[in-house]
């Protein structure tokens, strides 16, 4: 969920809990008021009863006006109290059950005791409340809304400075050395905000571009001395005795790896630096076959069977890239095969799978296109199904790996 959904949410939640506990507060405490008010009422009416029953020793007549009744009762003797309360008395005149407020005492009129009871209709104020509670309803309704309108337009725009630099972030790339334009905004926390942005993302920049240089240059540079060293063995095997011969064919091959790993390294720095960026469209056929000549003497040399199912497809991607990865599968079909196993090639308009025989990897499947993971049988780096899953990745593929059936299948979608 977006912040500013979520802050909205809350803050509109939270409003409506407040508005709602108050509206029911103020329900009760208008209530209370009203009702105190009639209190009131009936005690004036009582007093008035007293006050005539002392001028005239005898008890008012009973009556019945709109909304107010009075009422007298015998008792068989007198006790003092005082009682107040909810009643539901039937209204002639309105021929309906209405709501009371009922005030009872007692009174002696001539040795004889009485209970006067004085009743006053609570339909107006029930009405009141009712009418009250339709206005808070509206308001509350109103406010609900103003708050809704002002958390999506002022909020809103209060929050724009922080999407700007939050599309900024988005579309900011190292390789392209740009800079980035982040809006000015009256908002201090906005302004802290781009500034920690800015310093961050220059430094990013700088030591990239250090680190970038680095790489580049001590790739470059070991290539050299690299060059020299197998000279200089070549040399040294052609002048050297036969006791020496080994110890020098092992430093050489061992040379040879570290050229081999050294170059591979560089090609996957490049790859990263996204310096291939050119496509184009490939026929992925013709580059099969032509692929299946170069492989030929190897394939005979390990007597393998190579079988293909290839169709007329072409894809757009950077020719030095796809035929590294070519280069890279199939060196991997044939090196990690049986003395006299099979490959097969099949390409259709979505997908390239090639299949080779050979021995149970040593490790988990999952991390097969790591850096540096191989079988315990193998003697190669370990980079070339890295450099594959680089290039995929670079070029908008994905690729797949399963073993079935004493099988290895790698499958590219395109």
């Excluded at 409003?15 to 004036?44: G, H, M």
């Excluded at 107040?84 to 059950?97: L, P």
């Excluded at 490959?343 to 790591?370: E, V």
Aim: some cysteine.
């Amino acid at each position: 969920m977006k912040l500013l959904n979520k802050y909205s949410r809350v803050h509109i939640i939270t409003a409506c809990i407040v508005l709602l506990i108050s509206s029911i507060a103020y329900y009760f405490i208008i209530r209370t008021i009203l009702i105190k008010q009639i209190d009131k009422d009936l005690k004036v009416e009582e007093q008035e009863i007293v006050d005539f029953i002392k001028a005239n020793a005898a008890l008012p007549h009973a009556s019945d006006y709109k909304h107010q009744q009075i009422r007298f009762e015998v008792l068989k003797e007198y006790r003092p109290f005082r009682e107040t309360s909810n009643t539901i008395e039937f209204d002639v005149k309105e021929k309906d059950s209405e709501p009371y407020r009922r005030l009872s005492f007692p009174v002696q009129v001539k040795g004889v005791s009485y209970k006067a009871s004085v009743y006053k209709s609570q339909v107006e104020t029930e009405d009141l409340l009712r009418l009250i509670m339709i206005t808070t309803a509206i308001i509350f309704i109103v406010l609900s809304t103003l708050m809704f309108l002002i958390n999506r337009l002022v909020l809103g725009k209060l929050w724009q400075p922080f999407f700007n630099t939050l599309s900024e972030l988005k579309n900011f790339d190292l390789n392209k050395k740009q800079h980035l334009q982040l809006s000015s905004s009256s908002i201090e926390e906005f302004e802290e905000l781009n500034r920690s942005v800015l310093q961050m993302t220059e430094k990013v920049s700088s030591e990239y571009e250090t680190l970038k240089t680095f790489t580049d240059n001590a790739s470059h540079e070991m290539q050299t001395p690299l060059a020299i060293i197998r000279s200089k063995l070549d040399l040294l095997i052609q002048s050297s005795s036969e006791n020496q011969v080994d110890q020098l064919q092992a430093i050489y091959d061992a040379t040879g790896r570290l050229t081999k790993l050294n170059q591979t390294l560089l090609l996957l720095t490049k790859i990263d630096n996204k310096q291939y960026q050119k496509p184009e469209l490939i026929n992925l056929k013709t580059l099969l076959e032509n692929k299946f000549s170069q492989f030929d003497e190897l394939i005979k040399g390990k007597n393998i069977t190579l079988t293909s199912d290839v169709k007329e497809i072409s894809v757009t991607i950077n020719r030095d890239l796809i035929e590294i990865l070519l280069n890279n599968l199939l060196n991997n079909a044939v090196r990690h095969n049986f003395d006299g196993g099979t490959i097969h090639c099949h390409l259709t308009s979505r997908n390239l799978s090639i299949t080779n025989t050979g021995p149970l990897i040593t490790f988990d499947k999952a991390s097969i296109f790591n850096r540096f993971q191989k079988s315990n049988h193998s003697d190669g780096s370990g980079l070339g199904l890295a450099v594959v899953k680089q290039i995929c990745d670079v070029s908008g593929l994905s690729i797949d790996y399963h073993y079935n059936n004493n099988k290895h299948t790698f499958t590219l979608m395109f």
